[in-house]
């Protein structure tokens, strides 16, 4: 072997590991990614309920718009945008949680969790009323799938 074709053998071992060190580059980035949303969204989330269940009065006001159904209309000024500050959250929360999954970073094990069928926000009449006049702000694959599961908002 002639010292050309070693340094041009040299040179393409240097070139393969190179590609092998940035796919593994490239992997660990990609798990730190998805590390990263997870805690984001879990973090969002736990700030989210503690800012309702810490607050004894917005608790009782969350209560009875969302498990006794009344409505926007009966609260103070204050309340309703409280309500509708919260409610916002909650969809910002669930819509973030919702793209992320389509975009691959949340992994399928956990996608389960932040799922909005059957929850009881968004099957309520008083959300519906919210909905109506709120979709618009979110992203339309968002929109799409959280009609298509709670019918009762389109």
């Known amino acids: 072997m002639g010292k050309k074709q070693l340094r041009e053998s040299v040179g393409l071992l240097a070139v393969v590991l190179s590609l092998v060190f940035v796919g593994l ?10 590390a990263s949303a997870i805690n984001e969204l879990a973090s969002n989330q736990r700030d989210l309920l503690l800012s309702i269940v810490t607050d004894g009065e917005l608790s009782s006001v969350w209560a009875d718009y969302l498990r006794n159904g009344v409505a926007l209309d009966s609260f103070n000024a204050r309340d309703r945008t409280r309500l509708s500050g919260l409610q916002q959250a909650l969809v910002i929360n669930m819509e973030n949680a919702f793209l ?4 691959g970073l949340l ?20 959300f519906a009323a919210f909905w109506s ?22």
């Open 100 to 103: 992320q999954r389509e975009m």
């Open 25 to 34: 580059e490239m992997r660990q980035n990609n798990t730190i990614a998805r």
């Open 133 to 154: 006049n709120e979709r618009y702000r979110y992203h339309p694959t968002f929109v799409a799938a959280l009609e298509q599961e709670n019918p009762n908002l389109e």
């Open 107 to 126: 992994p399928d094990a956990l996608s389960g969790l932040y799922h909005f069928s059957g929850s009881p926000v968004f099957s309520s009449e008083n």
